[in-house]
C-alpha cells in the first residue's frame, strides 16, 4: 500500500512537472503569436504546421549555442542562478489542486501532489526565495547592468510582496483556511472569491505581474536601459532556464490566480448535468485548464498593451498605493464579516 | 530516517554558519546565511512546525536576506574596500569570542538535567494551534506587536513621500 | 497654427477615474484584442507574394533577337546614361561564321552590371538604342561576396526559346512610340544623314 502510494505520488509529481514544463514552452510560441496578432502581425509560421514545432527549434537553438561564462565571474553561483530560477518555478506546482479527486475501484486519488495545511505559504515561501536566482546570477555575471538588474529585482520583489501578503491576509480571513484545496472546494457554485473580493484580487493580480518580472514591471530585464538586465551575461541553455523560468513562474501564477479568486476547476452549474464523480473531477480539470490558459493569455495581453513603468513609478505605486489599499481591503473585509457574519 | 534528518540539517547548519564567519566576500556570507536558514527551516519541519517554518522562509531568507544581499550589492562590498583592521581589534575580538564560546559552554553544560525535550503536543506548531495560542492566551502582546508593525509599515510608507518637508 | 489639429497642453488635475487608471488600461485592452481579430497586414511571404507594380525596376537582361542572336552592340550609351557608373563593357568585332549570335558586326565581349552599385532607375534601357537591355521583375538575390554582385553576361543575357518577359515594362504609350519608330531610321550619325557635317 504505502509503495503504491508511493508510485501513484511520484507519477502525479512526472506528470505535473511535464506538463508544466510543455505548457511553459508553448507559452513562449503563443507569446509571440499574440504578440504578433496584437500587433497586426503572423507570429512565427515556419516551422511545422502553424508554426508549432517553433518551441522545440528554439530549445534545439538554446542547446547549441556557446557557452559563455564570462572569465572574472564567480563560477558556481553563475551556474547556481539559473539553477535556482528554474528549481523555485518547477517547486510551486506541488500544492495547487488540479481537480476534485479521482475514485477507482474505491479507493480515492486526490489530483494534487499535497495537501499541506499551509498551501498559501508555501507558494509564498517559494516565490519569495526565486528572486534570489535572479540576485545572484545578476551578482555572478560581474557586469553592472546585471548588477542594476538584480538590484531592481530584489527592491521590487520586496516591495510587492508585502501588498501581495496583506491582499492574500483579507482572502483568508474571508475563507478562514490556507490550505489551497479547500480554498478551491469552498467557491463551488457562484462563490468564487473575486466576487467578494475584487480589489483584493486587483492588488494580488498586479502583483502576480510584479512578481513574475512581465510587462508592465519587467524593469530587472528592461532591454532599454540595461541591455539585458540579470540575464546581460548568459547565453545558451543558462539563459533559456531564466527565460524558461519565467514562463513557468507564468503558468503557475495564472494557477494560483485561478485557484484563490476564480473557483479552481469548480464551474457554476456543472453539476446539474453530470453527476458522476470521476466525470466530474475530469471536467473541473478541463475548466481549470481553461481558466490557466486564459490568464496566461490575460498575461500576454497586458504585456503588449501597458507600456513598462518608470523605477520610480513602481516603487510609488507598491508602497503608497497598494500597501496602503490593501490594508483598508482588510478593514474592509473585517467590517464585512461583522456585518454579513459570513 | 527522522535522526539522520536532524544530523544532517544541524551539520549544515553549523557548517554554514561557520562559513558565514570565515567567507572572506561578503556576498558569500550573506549566502552562506541563507543555507542556515534553511536548514533551521527544515529543523522547525522536523518539530512538526510547519506554519513556522513557511513563515521563517518568508520572513528570514525571503525577505530579510533579500535586503542584506541588497545593500551589499549596492556598496559593492569586496575584499578590497574591506577596511583594514588592525591587530587591537583582532585580539578584542578573539576574547569576547572566546568568551561568548565559554558562556555558550557554560550554559549548555546542565542540559542533561532537562527532561523531556520533546514537545510533549506535536501538533502544536499547526497553524491552528498556534492560531489558538496566539489569539488566546497571547492576545493583548500579539496585538500590540501587530500595531508596532502597522506604525512602522505606515511610517515606511509616510517616509516614501516625496512631499516632506 | 498650419493645421487645425494641435491640441493645447493643459495640466488639468485628474479626475478619480483618470487618476486609477484602471478604465485606461481597459480601454486600452480593448484597442488591442480589436486588432487580435483584425485581418493581418503581414503577408506569408514565400507562399504569397504581393503583386508587383507594372513597371516594377528589378534586376536587367541582356536581350536576344527572334533567332537568339543578341542585341547588344556595346555602343557604351547605358553605361554613359547610368548615373551609378554601375555597367562597364568591353567590345570587339564580330568573327565571320558568328552571324547566328550576333546580330551585329559589333558585339560585347564583356558586359559586366555591378548590382551593388545599380540603383535601378532604368536609365540604362532608355539609353538604349537597340532595345536590348531591359529591367524585370527579377528579384536580385543576396550574396556573401562582392565579387558575385558583379552579374557578367552569363547571368544576364536571356536564353533563347526561353526569354524573359518584358511585356509590362512596356507601357501602351511605349509601344505605340517603338511600333510608330520601328521602322525609321533614328540613327543621326550616318554620314549623309545628317546635316552637321
Request: glycine letters at 8%; charged letters at 15%; one cysteine or more.
Amino acid at each position: 500500500m504505502v509503495s503504491g502510494y508511493l508510485i501513484y505520488k511520484a507519477i502525479i509529481v512526472v506528470i505535473v512537472f511535464l506538463v508544466g514544463l510543455g505548457i511553459a514552452a508553448y507559452s513562449t510560441y503563443a507569446e509571440r503569436k499574440v504578440a504578433a496578432f496584437l500587433q497586426d502581425r503572423l507570429g512565427p509560421n515556419k516551422a511545422g504546421p502553424y508554426g508549432l514545432l517553433q518551441p522545440i527549434a528554439d530549445g534545439v537553438k538554446m542547446f547549441m549555442k556557446e557557452e559563455i561564462i564570462p572569465d572574472v565571474s564567480n563560477k558556481f553561483l553563475f551556474i547556481l542562478g539559473p539553477s535556482i530560477a528554474m528549481l523555485t518555478a518547477c517547486m510551486t506546482g506541488a500544492v495547487i489542486p488540479w481537480s476534485t479527486p479521482l475514485v477507482i475501484n474505491g479507493v480515492s486519488y486526490p489530483l494534487q501532489i499535497t495537501d499541506i495545511n499551509i498551501g498559501i505559504l508555501y507558494v509564498f515561501g517559494v516565490v519569495s526565495i526565486g528572486v534570489y536566482g535572479i540576485m545572484i546570477g545578476g551578482w555572478a555575471s560581474n557586469n553592472k547592468f546585471s548588477l542594476l538588474g538584480a538590484l531592481r529585482a530584489s527592491a521590487q520583489m520586496i516591495s510587492y510582496e508585502i501588498a501581495m501578503g496583506l491582499s492574500i491576509i483579507a482572502l483568508v480571513m474571508l475563507t478562514g483556511t490556507i490550505s489551497l484545496q479547500e480554498i478551491a472546494a469552498q467557491q463551488s457554485g457562484w462563490h468564487w472569491n473575486v466576487f467578494y473580493q475584487p480589489l483584493g484580487f486587483i492588488i494580488f493580480i498586479t502583483c502576480a505581474f510584479a512578481e513574475c518580472n512581465r510587462t508592465p514591471f519587467d524593469l530587472p530585464e528592461c532591454e532599454t536601459e540595461l541591455v539585458g538586465g540579470y540575464h546581460t551575461e548568459y547565453s545558451s541553455m543558462k539563459l533559456g532556464f531564466y527565460l524558461f523560468a519565467e514562463y513557468i513562474n507564468m503558468f503557475i501564477s495564472a494557477a494560483i490566480i485561478s485557484t484563490l479568486y476564480f473557483g479552481g476547476y469548480n464551474m457554476p452549474l456543472i453539476g446539474r448535468f453530470v453527476t458522476d464523480p470521476n466525470i466530474l473531477s475530469i471536467l473541473g480539470l478541463v475548466f481549470f485548464f481553461g481558466k490557466i490558459f486564459f490568464f496566461i493569455f490575460f498575461f500576454m495581453w497586458i504585456r503588449w498593451t501597458v507600456p513598462r513603468f518608470r523605477y520610480d513609478q513602481l516603487m510609488h505605486l507598491g508602497w503608497r498605493i497598494f500597501i496602503p489599499l490593501s490594508i483598508l481591503n482588510i478593514v474592509l473585509t473585517g467590517l464585512g464579516i461583522l456585518v454579513f457574519n459570513k | 530516517m527522522t535522526l539522520y534528518i536532524f544530523y544532517f540539517l544541524s551539520f549544515l547548519a553549523v557548517l554554514s554558519a561557520f562559513m558565514v564567519v570565515y567567507s572572506k566576500n561578503p556576498v558569500h556570507s550573506v549566502l552562506y546565511l541563507i543555507v542556515t536558514f534553511f536548514s533551521i527551516a527544515g529543523h522547525y519541519i522536523l518539530l512538526n512546525a510547519q506554519f513556522l517554518a513557511a513563515v521563517h522562509i518568508i520572513v528570514y531568507a525571503g525577505a530579510i536576506m533579500v535586503l542584506f544581499l541588497y545593500v551589499i550589492m549596492m556598496f559593492n562590498l569586496n575584499k578590497e574596500a574591506e577596511p583594514h583592521k588592525d591587530a587591537y581589534i583582532k585580539l578584542a575580538a578573539t576574547i569576547a569570542g572566546g568568551i561568548f564560546m565559554i558562556v555558550l559552554i557554560g550554559s549548555l553544560k546542565g542540559v542533561e538535567h532537562i527532561e523531556n525535550l520533546n514537545t510533549p503536543n506535536q501538533s502544536a506548531g499547526l497553524i491552528k494551534n498556534l492560531g489558538n495560542v496566539l489569539y488566546r492566551d497571547y492576545m493583548l502582546p500579539f496585538e500590540m506587536a501587530s500595531i508596532l508593525f502597522l506604525s512602522a509599515m505606515v511610517g515606511a510608507v509616510f517616509l516614501g513621500k516625496n512631499e516632506l518637508k | 497654427m498650419l493645421t487645425n489639429r494641435s491640441k493645447v497642453v493643459v495640466n488639468k488635475k485628474m479626475s478619480f477615474w483618470e487618476r486609477i487608471y484602471l478604465p485606461a488600461i481597459a480601454g486600452g485592452l480593448l484597442i488591442t484584442i480589436k486588432h487580435f481579430f483584425r485581418k493581418k497586414t503581414t503577408i506569408d511571404y514565400p507562399k504569397e507574394v504581393r503583386e508587383y507594380s507594372q513597371i516594377y525596376r528589378g534586376q536587367h537582361v541582356l536581350k536576344v533577337d527572334e533567332n537568339g542572336a543578341e542585341r547588344c552592340v556595346a555602343c557604351g550609351l547605358c553605361a554613359v546614361a547610368c548615373p551609378a557608373e554601375a555597367i562597364s563593357m568591353t567590345a570587339a568585332e564580330r568573327a565571320p561564321g558568328e552571324e547566328n549570335k550576333y546580330r551585329e558586326e559589333k558585339y560585347a565581349a564583356i558586359y559586366e552590371i555591378n548590382m551593388l552599385r545599380c540603383i535601378y532607375c532604368g536609365l540604362c534601357e532608355d539609353a538604349c538604342p537597340k532595345e536590348a537591355i531591359f529591367l524585370t521583375d527579377i528579384l536580385v538575390p543576396v550574396s556573401a561576396t562582392r565579387d558575385d554582385m558583379i552579374y557578367g553576361k552569363d547571368k544576364l543575357t536571356e536564353k533563347h526559346f526561353n526569354e524573359v518577359p518584358i511585356k509590362k515594362r512596356q507601357t501602351e504609350e511605349v509601344a505605340a512610340f517603338k511600333a510608330e519608330t520601328k521602322n525609321k531610321d533614328l540613327r543621326h550619325n550616318v554620314l549623309g544623314k545628317s546635316d552637321s557635317f
